[in-house]
């Protein structure tokens, strides 16, 4: 580990914004720092040429941001090239002599050809700024390549040890970024480029304090490389980017100052649902709680994890009349064999591994079709329940004893959470009510041994991945998946994240989750279209739509 950065190696070509960022803040927040570009400095023509430009793009940027809220870096403008090494080749004698010389702390690499194994000894670190999510997308032109695609839930940026192998060292930073609505590709290449120098920053700022995470090993990488791209890829990945009338847009992701806005597309966007054909594809549906329709009757603001009885058995009439309904490990089998490319399979999910799945059961199996469900580690083995079910379980129950106030019973829950249901009063009604809301290891065996369910994995206890360290991820991830099975005595061969954010889960939870189980699941929307499409494979959160509002959001989604 470095104690102290006071000498950096920075190895850029100097000719574009996210270069000049680099050089500037770099110069600003580190005593020494050598700076080698490998194109000529811009000349004074060019300077004022980009100013023009610059101030036309200010404009733009501040009415962005006061009318959408969307936050943007203001066009850098070049810096002063004083002391700066020019040299088009990177790995040039007079290169590695000057580094040398210079003998800095850390290299720091963004955007130059692959450097050579000499200059990378000349540091105790070498850091590369990469635009992609690695090992799925390693080599150049990632952002392209995602857009090509579709797999937009992979826009990253990534700092890692740069090592000889390409795009493979240790993770220090990796970060997602999503498109802001109505951004241009261009402008949103131009952003993640930016974003990608203020990780780059903070990871040197930050050195000390951060541990590096290797990538999982396990997993299909790729490099890819110039000569992969065919005619026309670029075109052909812009197009991507701005196809689909904003379906690139996951329609339950409205954070932030875009919020009221995606609220209102959608809106419209569901009017013109008779636009949309169902496409064909895989799609994973997924549901949480089935509950009474006398339940509905509710005062309270709860959670829409809930499908009330009724409304999932017109959900299933309707999926028999649309789709070919499979089992999960059939539409994985059917998607890898590209045959969902023409036809629309459909599978029905369930997480949380709540028992009210037990009512709809029969009906699934009569369609000849088996759920998945994902389950949670702490309420089997734990007896505790799950966070994300406080509002849900407290309004539900206060509908059976009108007496009771819910402040008392959010208390209650919470000590649920910290203690379970066996040092808690068993005789209390409330706790029976929690502790019956989730499947027992007994049914569950029941349920494989009479061969009516798929199970997977969705984390031990259902806090919000992103955020938490390695180390924590990966007792929650990997040991209560490994905990599950050995109780379930089966091999599971799923994991889905809990949450339908992608902001929910960071890079960390996707590494764990890739060597954690053959198949890992986001819950952000998509159809599943492309076979061999690295990453989450999509599904699609239900509530309690009508059938016309779930035949509308099924036929808007994105697909890969
Ligand atoms: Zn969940």
Redesign the pocket.
Known sequence: MLQSINKIALLTTGAYENSWYLMRKLTQQFPQVLIIITRNPPSYKQRLSFFIHSVKLTIKIILRYILLGQKNYLPVQPPSFSGVICSDDINAEIVYNNIKNFSPDLICISGTKIVSDRILKLAKLCLNLHHGFVPYYRGVSSTDWVSFQRNFDYYYVTVHEAVTALDSGPIYAEEQIKPYLFENYDSFKCRIKLFGDEIMLHVCQNLQTIKPVPQPDNVSCHNYRHKEKAEGFSIHAKREYESNDFRRYVINERDGGEGRLFHIVNRYLQKREERYALQPGLYIVNY?EIINHDDLKSDYKIPS?FTSIEKFMLHLKSYTNDFETVSMSDGLKLLQQGKVQKNRYLVITF??GLSSVKDVLPYINAIGVKPTI?V?SEPLLKMKP?I?HQELFCSRYSKYCKSVDTKMLRNKYQLLLREGYKTANCKDEFVEFVSNAYLSKESLRQMIYENKVEIGS??SD?IQLSDIDYEIQYKKIYESHKAIERLLNTSIPYF?????KLHHRDYCSEYIASYTAQHYFS?NGGINQTPGINGAILRIGIHNETVPALRSLLSRQRFR
């Open positions: 949480h994890i997480d949380d994902f949670s799950l994300n969705h984390t259902h889905s994240f809990p949450f339908g819950c």
